[in-house]
């Protein structure tokens, strides 16, 4: 026996006072619904109807077994309404991850813009430099810089980054400006925990071969915002994505130097689990980032970023 379909056929034929009447509404048989009240009042061992050859009444047991399905079917029915609207309207909680320096600069914006048009969502947020196993860890999706990560996620491109060499005017008056990758060997060079690699910095020279240059220094540090820091105070050279240092670079605390032998950009993705069954917080979301920022410049000036193109040209 379904049980469902009995307490729903049970319900129905209190309702419309008959078997037929409920039969026509549920779209089968009177020998059907007759049946599932049967099995039904067996499976209780208690007797739901009295049944007459002109009418239908319930027993005692009978009132309070319906006020009980009625109350359970109101709910399951409010649930699938509530799972229908789910999946169309963004809702509940959405867990996510980022690194530190663009969450805080980049994404709480996004995020504070996108809240503003869903009033029924909440947002848990990690800020880390660790990559994050999204599905061991129960959350609905990360922006990552650089690679999206296992095949087993869906990565959309957000937007590309680029790593620039930068150091404040008052360091290179004292050490002088690196003509080319090399010349880093002779300076202080700020290093960053989380690259690929610690004492390599990758360049691309104007033929489009890579030269990878060993550095060293006096700071090795797990945050590009610290290290952007340090190298605005004059402490040495950094190398950290366009979105940490534009806006030293367009105050002029920091400026950007072998612009000629800049790496290939880096794409920025939001990455997810699966396209399967994906919810609309999620979906939304990844829409909203995608399209947000589709132009970003991640606020360095015109002039720095056009400088690599003039010096290749």
């Given at each position: 026996?379904?049980?469902?379909?009995?307490?729903t056929a049970?319900?129905?034929v209190?309702?419309?006072?008959?078997f037929a009447r409920a039969?026509?509404?549920?779209g089968?048989?009177?020998s059907?619904?007759?049946r599932?009240?049967?099995d039904l009042?067996?499976?209780?061992?208690?007797?739901?109807l009295?049944?007459?050859?002109?009418?239908?009444?319930l027993?005692?047991?009978?009132?309070?077994?319906?006020?009980?399905?009625?109350?359970l079917?109101?709910?399951?029915?409010e649930?699938?309404?509530a799972?229908?609207?789910?999946?169309?309207?963004p809702?509940?909680?959405?867990?996510?991850?980022?690194?530190?320096t663009?969450?805080?600069?980049?994404?709480?914006?996004?995020?504070?813009?996108?809240?503003?048009?869903?009033?029924?969502?909440?947002f848990?947020?990690?800020?880390?430099?660790?990559?994050?196993?999204?599905?061991?860890?129960?959350f609905?999706?990360?922006?990552?810089?650089?690679?999206?990560?296992?095949q087993?996620l869906?990565?959309?491109r957000i937007?590309?980054t680029?790593?620039?060499?930068c150091?404040?005017?008052?360091?290179?008056?004292?050490?002088?400006?690196p003509r080319?990758p090399e010349?880093?060997?002779k300076h202080?060079?700020?290093?960053y925990?989380?690259a690929?690699?610690?004492n390599?910095?990758?360049?691309?020279d104007?033929?489009?071969?890579?030269?990878?240059?060993?550095?060293?220094g006096?700071?090795?540090?797990?945050?590009?915002?610290f290290l952007?820091?340090l190298?605005?105070e004059?402490?040495?050279?950094?190398r950290e994505?366009?979105f940490?240092v534009?806006p030293?670079?367009?105050?002029?605390?920091l400026?950007?130097?072998?612009c000629?032998?800049?790496?290939?950009?880096?794409?920025?993705?939001?990455?997810?689990?699966?396209?399967?069954?994906l919810?609309?917080?999620?979906?939304?979301?990844?829409?909203f980032l995608v399209?947000?920022?589709?132009?970003a410049?991640?606020g360095l000036p015109p002039?720095?970023?056009?400088?690599?193109?003039k010096?290749?040209?």
């Open positions: 026996m379904d049980r469902f379909q009995a307490i049970f319900a129905r209190v309702e419309a006072g008959s039969a026509e509404r549920l089968v048989s009177v059907s619904v007759s599932q009240v049967s009042e067996a499976h209780l061992d208690a007797r739901l009295n049944r007459t050859t002109r009418r239908l009444s027993t005692e047991a009978g009132q309070a077994f319906y006020e009980r399905c009625v109350q079917l109101a709910d399951l029915e649930a699938e309404v799972m229908t609207a789910a999946s169309v309207v809702r509940g909680t959405l867990r996510l991850t980022c690194s530190a663009f969450g805080a600069r980049h994404l709480a914006p996004a995020i504070a813009a996108f809240a503003a048009r869903h009033a029924q969502l909440q848990d947020v990690e800020l880390s430099e660790r990559v994050v196993d999204l599905v061991e860890e129960g609905d999706l990360a922006v990552r810089i650089g690679e999206a990560g296992s087993n869906v990565g959309r937007g590309t680029r790593l620039v060499c150091a404040a005017p008052s360091y290179l008056e004292r050490h002088g400006e080319k010349d880093l060997a202080a060079c700020l290093t925990e989380h690929p690699s610690r390599v910095w990758p360049f691309r104007r033929q489009g071969r890579e030269r990878n240059v060993r550095i060293g006096p700071v090795h540090a797990t945050s590009g915002r952007e820091a190298a605005a004059g402490v040495g050279i950094a994505p366009d940490i534009g030293d670079v367009r105050a002029g605390r400026k950007p130097i072998l000629g032998f800049e790496p290939a950009p880096l794409p920025i993705y939001v990455v997810y689990p699966s396209r399967r069954h919810s609309a917080k999620v979906r939304a979301f990844a829409d399209e947000r920022f589709a132009a410049q991640w002039a720095a970023a056009s400088g690599a193109a010096r290749k040209g």
